[in-house]
């Protein structure tokens, strides 16, 4: 069983939702569960259903609850939880009240605090990067407000601030960590929903204030003080804390003690964080450091190309880390493919990584020649690293990669791609099944997959080697900790499971195959997902002509502009094609990847249908 209270409140069991619906029966377990492994009192349930008003019948209907309870939940003193062969969840009867008794790692509150005391420890040891990580990774646990879906009593309202006053100190601390680590432009965006939503909470305000300024952005610090200052005085009627004060006025002075706005560029915005102790990185860790050799004596561009999945995007942001310090004017990330398949034109591109490097939009021509100009006179006098990540084609690197550039440009593509400037193509592999192990491992821990070798074996051969879909099963299960690794593997199956399984926030490989797909022309996309449902499983021209019903040179074109986007896979022949002269290698499907694509065009058909 799972019990949940950061957001609405929810009991799961056997993967089944079988939360109390009706009200008073739903807040008496909320009550317990929330205390749970505590003696709850008699008295302070009746208090809590009723206040200072309880009806006289109050501890007959207490009693009838209890017992609502232990037979729709299946809770008995006796029960047995059998995963694992660890006690299970039971309500039991005490002289004085009644205990829920609870495996703390089922209750979500407790493994938010555990997590947030574990990230606090390790940001006092000096592990500032890793306690910030371990403090989200805690936050991430929240659905909403705490309980939002029950009405409280006295209790359950002192338990629900207290928990939403941790989540907040939570935020901050890891926001401090955060500042504490230079990342200021990342946290803008955030910041500035933050204080949106609170805006007298002058913490929040005093981080959007200083990351703003850090960013170079001065005169939006000060208009943040403004609006602060302005709501206090409406909602509160209180002038700024001294605090805060003193920040405006240290702001007003140019930033003395403030760390100032960081020389060269302002850091663009980064949708997803690397993490320098991703156990994934170990497995490359001499790929890293002579990709990061390369980048730093080399330049000016680096390929990163790689089948959805395969941890290019991780990889790239790795290697940015390392070398950071080799770059003083700072380093850009920029994204190029939207999750829809829109992508970023040479011109775009171009004006974002001038607004990132610093230069007003009034220096940015709107010309395309003078654009590249300004750029060119940029990168030519100062020394910057561009991640590109998800670039779609040569036209985006032939705008960055400019000649006698000092700048280097390290490239994620789901492509291949040629451009004379790129000093070093990196294919990211599929990790093999040992390495598998370790990566799940690494994220789950030796006993438990020492508790189900059979099923980790099988869980390694369903996500075939990609460090996305290993991340992600890993993640599923560490949110159900009760589950055996092979029940996972059972789920996802190799028939009619769905890859929904390996989809946890943004570690979801569908989605990273759809963004493939998304660069493919729809008569192309069609001519795909046709294969992937065939009964075939590797291919030549002439099984692709017969399948598509066209010409052998058509279907190489097919073929080849899959391999190029990395949805086929290309070898020598195999044992799977009937022996024919002259056939030097063989295409064929990672069975992950063809999964993928097969749901993706049956979602696409059905939109169509009810369209």
């Known amino acids: 069983m799972e019990i949940k209270a ?15 619906t009706a009200p008073k029966l739903r807040r008496v377990f909320a009550l317990l569960a929330i205390q749970a492994n505590h003696l709850v009192s008699v008295d302070e349930i009746i208090d809590e259903l009723w206040q200072e008003r309880p009806p006289s019948s109050a501890m007959t209907t207490l009693q009838t609850y209890i017992y609502q309870l232990r037979k729709l939940l299946g809770l008995d003193a006796r029960a047995q939880n059998d995963t694992g062969g660890q006690s299970g969840v039971t309500l039991s009867t005490q002289p004085r009240g009644y205990v829920l008794t609870v495996p703390p ?41 705490a309980l939002g879906d029950v ?144 980048v730093v004596s080399q330049g000016p561009g680096v390929l990163v190309v790689g089948c959805p999945g395969s941890g290019k995007t991780t990889f790239a942001r790795h290697v940015a880390d390392r070398v950071r310090d080799k770059f003083p004017h700072g380093d850009v990330y920029v994204r190029l493919l939207a999750d829809g398949g829109s992508t970023v034109g040479p011109d775009e591109l171009l004006a974002t990584l001038l607004n990132a490097v610093g230069a007003d939009n009034g220096e940015i021509s709107a010309t395309s020649a003078e654009r590249r100009e300004t750029f060119r006179r940029w990168v030519t006098t100062h020394k910057a690293l561009f991640v590109l990540d998800d670039v779609v084609s040569a036209d985006q690197l032939r705008a960055v990669l400019v000649p006698d550039s000092t700048c280097v440009v390290l490239a994620v593509s789901r492509r291949r791609i040629y451009h004379s400037a790129i000093r070093r193509t990196v294919e990211m592999r599929s990790i093999d099944e040992k390495e598998a192990r370790q990566l799940l491992a690494a994220h789950l821990g030796e006993r438990r997959i020492a508790l189900d070798t059979d099923g980790v074996t099988r869980l390694v051969e369903v996500c075939g080697g990609s460090p996305l879909a290993l991340r992600a099963a890993a993640a599923k299960l560490q949110l159900r900790p009760h589950w055996p690794v092979g029940h996972l593997a059972d789920r996802i199956g190799n028939g009619g499971g769905s890859l929904d399984e390996l989809a946890v926030d943004d570690l979801n490989i569908r ?52 391999v190029e986007l990395q949805l086929v896979e290309v070898g020598p022949p195999s044992g799977d094609l009937p022996a024919v002269a002259g056939i030097a290698f063989e295409y064929r499907f990672s069975p992950l990847v063809r999964r993928a694509i097969a749901e993706a065009e049956s979602a696409l058909v059905g939109h169509r249908c009810s369209a």
């Open 151 to 294: 009405r409280p009593g006295p209790v359950l309202n002192a338990e629900t601030v207290r928990l939403e006053e941790l989540r907040k100190w939570a935020l901050e601390r890891r926001l401090d960590a955060e500042l504490q680590l230079g990342r200021h432009n990342e946290l803008v965006g955030e910041l500035s929903v933050i204080a949106a939503k609170q805006p007298t909470h002058e913490g929040f305000q005093a981080k959007l204030m200083l990351a703003l300024y850090r960013a170079g952005r001065r005169m939006d610090a000060l208009e943040v003080y403004q609006r602060a200052r302005t709501a206090l005085a409406a909602e509160l009627g209180l002038e700024p804390s001294g605090e805060l004060r003193q920040l405006h006025r240290a702001i007003l002075a140019g930033g003395p003690g403030l760390g100032g706005p960081p020389p060269g560029p302002r850091r663009a915005a980064v949708t997803t964080r690397g993490s320098s102790d991703d156990p994934g990185m170990t497995l490359r860790h001499n790929e890293l450091l002579s990709v990061a050799d390369t």
């Open 511 to 562: 989605a990273s195959v759809e963004r493939n797909l998304a660069m493919l022309p729809s008569h192309s996309r069609g001519q795909l997902g046709e294969l992937a449902v065939a009964d075939v499983c590797a291919f030549t021209t002439r099984i692709v002509a017969d399948l598509l019903g066209v010409d052998e040179s058509a279907a190489e074109n097919l073929l080849e502009e899959l």
């Open 105 to 145: 790692d089922a209750l979500d509150w407790y493994r938010f605090e555990s997590l947030v005391a574990r990230g606090h420890q390790e940001i006092e040891a000096g592990a500032i990067a890793a306690g910030a990580a371990t403090i989200q990774a805690g936050l991430d646990i929240w659905r909403g407000q």
């Open 6 to 20: 950061l957001g609405p409140f929810e009991v799961v069991k056997n993967d089944s939702v079988v939360t109390p």
